[in-house]
């Protein structure tokens, strides 16, 4: 992986070979305002649509910063805007703050956006994560997955019993 930007917010790295984008949300996200927030966003969009990939890791497990509905509606545009022609054919992880999110949360981020090409679960662990995408399945766990897919989000991990899913 390369190093393609660094913040104090964010790192975005990229691997060319495998068509493989990770963008990581760092720590002082919790001293982040608004505008900085924007402005990381806005540079992510930038990022994503400079470089070819099909497999885009979202890494906000360390993400400390408080969005509240305008803010993730104006995200949501932003991708709907900016990233619907990526969108296809690409599977999307997010690893998303265990103690911060849930069921409901991801649902209403999720419905906002207009990628139905996209195949979007969001993980508990960045290993999971990371399997999904580059091996193209998920074991079974303890550990939560929340799939969206064709504009329908789904509990995934309350469906799958100690097997390996593919997709």
């Given at each position: 992986m390369k190093n393609i930007y660094?913040?104090?917010?964010?790192?975005?790295?990229?691997?060319?070979k495998i068509k493989f984008l990770v963008a990581t949300w760092l720590e002082d996200t919790s001293k982040m305002n608004e505008s900085q927030f924007k402005s990381e966003f806005l540079t992510y969009?930038?990022?994503?649509?400079r470089y070819t990939y099909d497999k885009?890791?979202?890494?906000?497990?360390?993400?400390?910063?408080?969005?509240?509905?305008?803010?993730q509606h104006w995200?949501?545009?932003?991708?709907n805007a900016k990233l619907l022609k990526k969108s296809e054919n690409l599977k999307k992880a997010i690893v998303y703050r265990c103690e911060t999110i849930h069921k409901a949360t991801v649902q209403r981020m999720t419905?906002?956006?207009?990628l139905p090409a996209t195949k979007t679960l969001y993980f508990e662990s960045k290993e999971d994560a990371s399997s999904w995408l580059l091996e193209g399945s998920i074991i079974?766990?303890?550990r939560k997955v929340f799939l969206f897919y064709n504009n329908v989000f789904t509990?995934?991990?309350e469906q799958v019993?100690?097997?390996?899913?593919?997709?």
């Open positions: 660094e913040s104090a917010f964010m790192r975005i790295e990229y691997d060319e969009i930038l990022f994503a649509n885009v890791l979202i890494n906000e497990s360390q993400f400390n910063f408080n969005r509240d509905l305008k803010i995200a949501s545009s932003m991708i419905e906002q956006m207009i079974a766990s303890k509990d995934f991990s019993e100690k097997r390996i899913v593919s997709f």
